[in-house]
């Protein structure tokens, strides 16, 4: 189990959950004056919110080829030295991650980057042990994740 989970925390280092990000209230709901440009920066953050959001629910189906798909034809992952473009690499960079035993995740902090979204998660396996902790930005185009970069 040792050597299957030293494997699966080095390989799922993006491994993803997510948790509403407080940023993502707009500018009008938030008492501020609403001008075209931040309701469409207001727009454009929902927007690569709910990408991740729908990457996030793929994973959790423990679906390797729903996961993949939310990701562009020639996305690129940046996990920890490794590097995968495109779904056939992506697949293999994440194949442990959908392996029985593989740890679920629990996220500590979300948020917007200046070009995406963050997500900090922590690693918990099935005997209730607990790991921490990865940090992965997130850049969304046309409604998938288009690059990911990860530590941890």
């Known amino acids: 189990m040792t050597v299957l989970r030293t494997g ?30 931040s309701a469409d920066a207001d727009r454009a953050g929902a927007a690569k919110a709910a990408a991740v959001q729908r990457h996030v629910d793929a994973y959790r189906t423990g679906s390797l080829d729903r996961f993949v798909a939310t990701f562009t034809a020639d996305a690129r992952v940046e996990a920890n030295g490794m590097v995968a473009t495109g779904h056939r690499e992506i697949r293999a960079l994440y194949a442990l991650n959908f392996a029985l035993g593989a740890p679920a995740i629990r996220v500590t902090e979300s948020g917007f ?20 902790c990865s940090y992965s930005e997130y850049e969304v185009s046309d409604g998938k994740i288009a690059l990911l970069r990860s530590s941890g």
């Open 8 to 37: 699966i925390i080095g390989l799922a280092a993006a491994m993803l959950c997510w948790s509403p990000i407080a940023g993502a209230q707009s500018s009008a709901e938030s008492g501020a004056g609403n001008t075209p440009a």
């Open 113 to 132: 980057t200046s070009t995406g979204v963050f997500l900090s998660v922590g690693y918990v396996f099935e005997n209730g042990e607990e790991m921490c």
